[in-house]
């Protein structure tokens, strides 16, 4: 005891000490971002003096136009990049890069920590500009897009470092004199072609992963939320020059495909958010150089609903689920699987909190739901809906539409619960991105696996039962990338996790210590543990020229090594001897020097 006892004084003052230095607030300052253009003197939204905007039919090549989609208002343009523009700009962040590449973690660690402190105090701002953009609800803003964004931050500073540092590995048998690590460098020059579904999310995940490991990135953002993306491009670059980084590290770019092809040849790396189709054209684009590829494209994920659950709780998950960002579902549930003993219970339950759902305008009054971001898709929900009802399905119950502005009633679409449905149903099959909720029976756990499999996307999957260990065990038989037991979504907000998924969903993953290494690359490194005291030599039989007795000396000395007991590996071990002794003997040496 008198041993243990000043360990244990010294391990409570540490403890004590460590408390008190958790009550020392960081010394991060504060930035100032030019808000000028999206706001105006008295803090309100710039949005009175917009004009309706009528989107043309067919692409512009030179410019992206911006608007609400929940109001039609005018939110401006920005120039669609040519592919020589979009070198230069690559060109440019990889000599900033060279220069970022030797910043200390410390130098990183204070830029996320003057990100974290600006995103907390602008949070009505970052939201409203998503909102704006994409037609999103405040609240859906702020579940996926800050509080993601904030947890991943989070993570990079208890973790990042950490994962980042040489990782020794052990050497083997035959390298035991040998010290083995792997060594984490940057890449260079990250490209991300991200989506609209979640503008502010997805462009700090990458950016975040990609800088915090000694990167520059190249980000285009989707000519749906180009608007968002250029402000939110501001906040960064703020905070960068706020430590002193090499202008030109991170670059937000607009246009269209031919913007993102030139991005795909240029860059070290490319991450991808979108659809199948186009994930593929980048993985040709991406073969010319021979660049990495990740490649998150959506999902039809399954919510299984067991018969042993809570109805009331699981519903009102189930339909947050559904409707997530407006029904601009990112990996969000589009088929539902429910145990046929509780099925009308469900149906029942659902229904009830649908028809309390309102669709609107977001900024313009309360409405649970916003608008749909991209033009005309709320024609291609509707074709799924009555493709659908042609097979026999029935809709059960729908949500309701607020105060809608005349300009802008095809940009919304109201929450859709449909039953009867199997899976000869387009709405099983396609990803519809949209607030429609198919309800279908299953009658056992083999069945609702069945179904859940019969997909040709595996991003992820949410199952429900009173009993984990059954919940756990349907779960693990999902080919999926993400998996969340009694819950959904939760894997987005652990940080410390990959993301990603499998089929047409994509391969690779971000997030997490895999998707921040997946921006590194990973250098196998091998040195002698005690040079220059112990160094490699080739014996002497198998110097060149090899000795008559090479090969048995080689047969031996694998046997000595991996030998499957430890008797055959000393017979082994004394032919090892006995080779090199005969090998050395003055007999042998002057036979060979004749």
Same mark, same amino acid.
């Given at each position: 005891?008198?041993?243990?006892?000043?360990?244990l004084v010294l391990g409570f003052a540490y403890a004590i000490c460590r408390f008190l230095l958790m009550l020392i607030p960081p010394n991060v300052p504060s930035i100032d971002v030019d808000v000028s253009d999206v706001v105006e003197e008295d803090g309100n939204q710039t949005k009175e003096n917009s004009f309706i905007y009528i989107p043309t039919r067919g692409r512009q090549t030179d410019k992206v136009q911006c608007y609400e989609p929940a109001t039609m208002k005018y939110l401006g343009f920005f120039p669609a990049l040519k592919p020589d523009e979009v070198?230069?700009?690559?060109?440019?962040?990889?000599?900033?890069?060279?220069?970022?590449?030797?910043?200390?973690?410390?130098?990183?660690?204070?830029?996320?920590?003057?990100?974290?402190?600006?995103?907390?105090?602008? !949070?009505?701002?970052?939201?409203?500009?998503?909102?704006?953009?994409?037609?999103?609800?405040?609240?859906?803003?702020?579940?996926?897009?800050?509080?993601?964004?904030?947890?991943?931050?989070?993570?990079?500073?208890?973790?990042?470092?950490?994962?980042?540092?040489?990782?020794?590995?052990?050497?083997?048998?035959?390298?035991?004199?040998?010290?083995?690590?792997?060594? $984490?460098?940057?890449?260079?020059?990250?490209?991300?072609?991200?989506?609209?579904?979640?503008?502010?999310?997805?462009?700090?995940?990458?950016?975040?992963?990609?800088?915090?490991?000694?990167?520059?990135?190249?980000?285009?953002?989707?000519?749906?939320?180009?608007?968002?993306?250029?402000?939110?491009?501001?906040?960064?670059?703020?905070?960068?020059?706020? %430590?002193?980084?090499?202008? #030109?590290?991170?670059?937000?770019?607009?246009? $269209?495909?031919?913007?993102?092809?030139?991005?795909?040849?240029?860059?070290?790396?490319?991450?991808?958010?979108?659809?199948?189709?186009v994930g593929k054209k980048i993985m040709r684009k991406a073969s010319e150089t021979l660049i990495p590829v990740t490649l998150e494209l959506g999902g039809k994920d399954p919510f299984i609903v067991c018969e042993d659950v809570d109805v009331e709780h699981v519903a009102q998950i189930a339909v947050r689920a559904s409707l997530q960002s407006s029904g601009q579902n990112c990996a969000g549930a589009e088929r539902f699987y429910v145990h046929r003993d509780i099925y009308n219970a469900f149906v029942a339950q659902v229904v009830k909190i649908v028809k309390s759902?309102?669709?609107?305008?977001?900024?313009?009054?309360?409405?649970?739901?916003?608008?749909?971001?991209?033009?005309?898709?709320?024609?291609?929900? !509707?074709?799924?809906? #009555?493709?659908?009802?042609?097979?026999?399905?029935?809709?059960?119950?729908?949500?309701?539409?607020?105060?809608?502005?005349?300009?802008?009633?095809?940009?919304?679409?109201?929450?859709?619960?449909?039953?009867?449905?199997? +899976?000869?149903?387009?709405?099983? +099959?396609?990803?519809?991105?949209?607030?429609?909720?198919?309800?279908?029976? $299953? &009658?056992?756990?083999?069945? /609702?696996?069945?179904?859940?499999?019969?997909?040709? $996307?595996?991003?992820?999957?949410?199952?429900?039962?009173?009993?984990?260990?059954?919940?756990?065990?349907?779960?693990?038989?999902? +080919?999926?990338?993400?998996?969340?037991? #009694?819950?959904?979504?939760?894997?987005?907000?652990? !940080? &410390?996790?990959?993301?990603?998924?499998?089929?047409?969903?994509?391969?690779?993953?971000?997030?997490?210590?895999?998707?921040?290494? /997946?921006?590194?690359?990973?250098?196998? %490194?091998?040195?002698?543990?005690?040079?220059?005291?112990?160094?490699?030599?080739?014996?002497?039989?198998?110097?060149?020229?090899?000795?008559?007795?090479?090969?048995?000396?080689?047969? &031996?000395?694998?046997?000595?090594?991996?030998?499957?007991?430890?008797?055959?590996?000393?017979?082994?071990?004394?032919?090892?001897?006995?080779?090199?002794?005969?090998?050395?003997?003055?007999? %042998?040496?002057?036979?060979?020097?004749?």
């Open positions: 005891m008198a041993f243990w006892w000043p360990l070198r230069e700009r690559v060109a440019q962040a990889r000599k900033a890069q060279e220069i970022w590449a030797k910043s200390t973690f410390k130098q990183r660690r204070q830029f996320l920590r003057i990100l974290l402190k600006y995103i907390i105090e602008h !949070q009505d701002l970052i939201c409203e500009i998503s909102s704006r953009d994409t037609g999103k609800t405040m609240i859906d803003a702020s579940l996926g897009e800050i509080m993601t964004t904030c947890e991943k931050i989070h993570w990079l500073l208890s973790e990042g470092e950490k994962w980042l540092k040489p990782e020794y590995r052990s050497s083997g048998r035959s390298m035991l004199h040998k010290r083995s690590k792997v060594e $984490f460098h940057p890449l260079g020059v990250i490209g991300a072609i991200v989506s609209w579904n979640y503008p502010f999310h997805n462009i700090f995940n990458p950016m975040l992963a990609a800088v915090f490991s000694g990167n520059g990135i190249v980000i285009k953002v989707s000519e749906h939320a180009s608007w968002s993306g250029c402000f939110y491009f501001r906040i960064i670059q703020t905070a960068l020059a706020a %430590v002193g980084a090499p202008d #030109n590290l991170v670059d937000v770019i607009t246009g $269209f495909a031919e913007t993102g092809e030139a991005l795909v040849s240029s860059a070290d790396k490319i991450i991808f958010v979108g659809s199948p189709a759902v309102t669709a609107g305008p977001p900024l313009l009054g309360k409405c649970d739901m916003g608008a749909i971001c991209m033009q005309d898709h709320a024609e291609k929900l !509707q074709s799924l809906v #009555n493709d659908a009802l042609d097979k026999g399905a029935e809709i059960a119950g729908r949500g309701r539409f607020g105060n809608l502005g005349t300009d802008a009633v095809d940009q919304f679409f109201p929450p859709t619960v449909l039953v009867n449905v199997n +899976h000869s149903m387009h709405i099983m +099959h396609e990803e519809a991105f949209g607030p429609i909720m198919p309800i279908m029976k $299953f &009658s056992s756990d083999e069945e /609702a696996i069945r179904l859940a499999n019969d997909s040709r $996307f595996g991003l992820g999957c949410a199952v429900f039962s009173r009993s984990q260990r059954r919940a756990r065990r349907i779960a693990s038989e999902l +080919h999926c990338g993400i998996a969340a037991i #009694n819950d959904f979504a939760s894997n987005y907000m652990c !940080q &410390s996790l990959p993301f990603g998924g499998v089929k047409d969903s994509g391969f690779g993953r971000f997030a997490g210590i895999e998707g921040l290494r /997946a921006c590194c690359l990973i250098k196998s %490194v091998v040195e002698d543990r005690w040079w220059p005291y112990i160094k490699t030599k080739i014996p002497k039989p198998i110097q060149y020229p090899v000795a008559d007795h090479a090969f048995e000396f080689q047969q &031996s000395l694998v046997e000595t090594l991996y030998g499957l007991n430890i008797w055959d590996r000393l017979r082994a071990l004394v032919n090892v001897i006995k080779v090199l002794t005969e090998h050395n003997s003055p007999t %042998v040496s002057s036979r060979r020097n004749a």
